[in-house]
Nanobody
């Protein structure tokens, strides 16, 4: 079955960096685009970044452009989200998502807290 397991979240000071990972299994990872979302308390889940199957095409939410980089290693079935210059408003649970034959699969999420 499809499994997505995020890791790498934690508490970081404003201006700091974190690298999130999402390990995928149960499907042919290299065939599908991957996405990172986040959900802050009291807010809707929003798309943060997306990457094409070969990892060439990427898109980012405007609020994080220039501060975040999505990448993937198809040999390791893993997608990454490098986040720099973090702000308190980046505090959220971060999820990765795969959409396979119109079905969305989510990981359990990893908490990112940006606070001094």
């Amino acid at each position: 079955q499809v499994q997505l397991v995020e890791s790498g979240g934690g508490l970081v000071q404003p201006g700091g960096s974190l690298r999130l990972s999402c390990a995928a299994s149960g499907f042919t990872f290299s065939n599908y685009p991957m996405r990172w979302y986040r959900q802050a308390p009291g807010r809707e889940r929003e798309l943060v970044a997306a990457i094409s199957p070969p990892g060439i095409g990427t898109t980012y939410v405007d609020s994080m452009k220039g501060r975040v980089t999505i990448s993937r290693d198809n040999g390791k079935n893993t997608v990454y989200l490098q986040m720099n210059t973090l702000k308190p408003e980046d505090t959220a649970v971060y999820y990765c998502k795969a959409e396979i034959r119109s079905i969305g699969y989510w990981g359990q999420g990893t908490q990112v807290t940006v606070s001094s």
